[in-house]
């Protein structure tokens, strides 16, 4: 079990309030994804849950019980560290054996489950190696092992992948979801990368400066932006926002446009703009087009396979059910 | 431009330095075991222009026959293992508690380590004067104001106060040493262990010694490279006398005191091979733990 509910949680440094009050509730079994820019507040809202830092008010219930005066230890949950916090001087397999040690636990059932959590996250040909002489992913899966050996009730993740290069980062992506769904463990996972937030959640919770911005699942995200914020940090490209007279054509101070909600023409559509640079990344190609009217380019999508000449002129036509509006306060206009 | 020339030049521009140290080395070592090999008493008239009579291994026999050597192994084993011990205990804890953020820290810490600045017979004189002393001494007052029978420190318990003497001057190394390596420790890893259930005592245990590990052994070298020769704290004590004859003390006394410089050398030569015994046995256990 882990239910974890945050009851108007509050945490202040000082005289610096990092987190505003909060509520938020993360059901048994669920993937939670907390994402936003740096320094809003992500690693404080998962430590306070962790326990390793006090909360300056509010209340943390883990499975209903109040666990805000609960030390780390005795909360049952386990977390995994930006820098992977192994311990130098042991080999992996005391690392992963480490919180069994400490739990008590007989040598032969230690045995058991390192063994078990080796076979799984495929280290069992390193568990007698240093951390030291192990590579980037397999540190982090050594972090994951030491992790899941305790069966906590829920997992913390902290950026665990920014330290990976990006062919390892979209592997180790894989593997905790695959891991999720075989252990149906709760998990949270904090980034600050939108495109991990959007592949692996369940249920993901944006924030900015503390504030949560919005909960949703991702599709519920990128589907219907709460804000202008949330519009812009989910999806990627990022969504075209324009203003002015385009914008009060909809009745709206701002309206939002995903670059694949744009379709292109050499002949007629709504907008004329000439082609600016492009990124062909094969499967999809992505122009930056100046469009008459409009402040700043604007991002499209298109296959692949089209090619379009630099300042070559073409026309764009938003799909009228994808537009998104936004009033003058940012939020969403439904 | 790393040419054959630049490689040239490079070596000679160090080789003045490296000359300098070797004479520095292999002169005296020359010398003492020259002096060693031959009867060499300069009150009876024995001297280099004259010539030295050749007596084997005489003096190494004599010396090693004295009953005055082995105790004198045993003191010098005593007073470096105490001083070790002491130092790095007492070393870790204050590191630890130096680490602690705390008010006035930076005061604190120079406190810390000024015992270091004093010179080792200021620092002996202060502590047989001002704190050991039987009728005077801070020790005694202390003593009588715990209505206890002032001990005769230097001759009563000759050797641990000539070990309490070296740990003060030597704690605020190891405690620097220490305290620069308690800080290069990841707080993650605290936290880590902290979630994984483990308590102070084993979070200290199991991860801030091991990472201690590398700091301890080289305080180790280092001060025993400079314990087997303590002097003047002997010299201005004690003299020598309640069993805090160490080996370098002892040799001393053959020298300036029987004036029998052959046996002397001798003394050196067999100091030189406790030291690299000592070595060989640290540098084994230094090893283990410098290598990961
Ligand atoms: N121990 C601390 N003392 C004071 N300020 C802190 C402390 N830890 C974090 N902060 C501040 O809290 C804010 C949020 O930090 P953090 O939670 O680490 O952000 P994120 O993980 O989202 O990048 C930052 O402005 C940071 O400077
Ligand atoms: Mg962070």
New interface residues.
């Given amino acids: 079990m882990g239910r974890i509910t945050l009851d108007k949680v509050r945490k202040a440094f000082g005289d610096v309030e990092v987190i505003p009050p909060l509520d938020l509730t993360i059901e048994d079994g669920e993937f939670v994804v907390f994402v936003g820019p740096s320094g809003c507040g992500k690693s404080t809202l998962l430590r306070l849950i962790a326990g390793l830092e006090d909360v300056s008010d509010g209340q943390i219930r883990i499975d209903g019980k109040d666990a805000t005066a609960v030390p780390p230890a005795k909360r049952g949950l386990a977390m995994v560290f930006q820098s992977y916090a192994l311990y130098p001087h042991m080999s992996v397999r005391k690392n992963i054996a480490f919180p069994l040690r400490m739990a008590g636990l007989d040598k032969a059932e230690q045995d058991r489950r390192v063994a078990a959590a080796a076979e799984v996250l495929n280290l069992t040909d390193y568990l007698d190696r240093r951390p030291g002489q192990l590579s980037g992913g397999q540190r982090q899966r050594v972090a994951i092992g030491r992790a899941i050996v305790r069966e906590p009730a829920a997992f913390l993740f902290d950026e665990p992948l920014s330290n990976l290069d990006a062919a390892l980062r979209v592997g180790m992506r894989l593997e905790i979801s695959e891991l999720h769904k075989r252990l149906k463990t709760t998990m949270i996972y904090v980034t600050h990368d939108q495109v991990e937030a959007m592949t692996m959640a369940d249920k993901i919770v944006v924030l900015r400066a503390g504030h949560i911005e919005q909960v949703g699942s991702p599709l519920d995200l990128y589907r219907a932006p709460r804000n202008l914020f949330v519009a812009g940090f989910i999806g990627s490209p990022k969504m075209n926002l324009i203003g002015g007279a385009v914008a009060a054509g909809h009745d709206a101070t701002t309206i939002g446009i995903r670059p694949e909600h744009i379709s292109v023409s050499a002949e007629a559509g709504d907008w004329k703009g000439i082609v600016g640079l492009s990124e062909h990344l094969g499967s999809d190609t992505f122009f930056h087009v100046t469009c008459e009217g409009i402040d700043g380019p604007l991002t499209v999508r298109v296959g692949g396979e089209v090619a379009l000449d630099y300042g070559q002129t073409v026309w764009l036509s938003p799909d009228p059910a994808q537009i998104h509006r936004f009033d003058q306060n940012g939020l969403r206009i439904a | 431009m790393a040419t054959q020339h630049a490689r040239s030049a490079a070596r000679v521009m160090m080789a003045p330095a490296v000359i300098l140290l070797l004479g520095w080395m292999l002169v005296p070592l020359t010398m003492t075991l020259w002096f060693s090999f031959t009867r060499y008493l300069p009150m009876r008239g024995d001297s280099i222009e004259r010539g030295l009579d050749w007596v084997g291994f005489e003096n190494y026999v004599r010396f090693i026959g004295s009953s005055s050597f082995w105790p004198s192994v045993q003191a010098t084993l005593l007073i470096v293992g105490g001083v070790l011990v002491i130092t790095v205990i007492l070393g870790v804890l204050l590191a630890i508690l130096l680490d602690q953020p705390f008010w006035g820290q930076g005061i604190v810490r120079i406190l810390v380590i000024a015992p270091f600045f004093v010179m080792p017979t200021v620092s002996a004189l202060v502590w047989k004067n001002m704190m050991m002393d039987p009728v005077n001494g801070m020790l005694a007052h202390l003593w009588r104001f715990l209505g206890m029978t002032p001990v005769s420190w230097l001759s009563d318990a000759s050797v641990q106060s000539i070990i309490l003497i070296v740990s003060w001057q030597w704690l605020p190394f190891a405690t620097l040493i220490l305290l620069t390596a308690i800080q290069s420790l ?1 707080r ?2 605290l ?9 102070v005592m ?1 979070r200290f245990w ?2 801030v010694l ?2 201690l ?1 590398r700091a301890i052994t080289i305080v180790v070298l280092i001060q025993t490279i400079f314990l087997l020769s303590i002097f003047a704290e002997i010299f201005v004590t004690t003299g020598g006398s309640f069993g805090t004859r160490t080996l370098t003390y002892l040799i001393f006394q053959r020298v300036v005191d029987s004036q029998n410089i052959g046996l002397g050398s001798a003394g050196g030569v067999y100091a030189i091979i406790l030291a690299n015994i000592v070595a060989i046995f640290l540098m084994r256990i230094v090893g283990k733990n410098l290598d ?1």
């Fill in positions: 990841d993650e890893q936290e880590a262990a902290e979630m994984d259930g483990a308590p084993a199991h991860i091991p990472h590990g990961r």
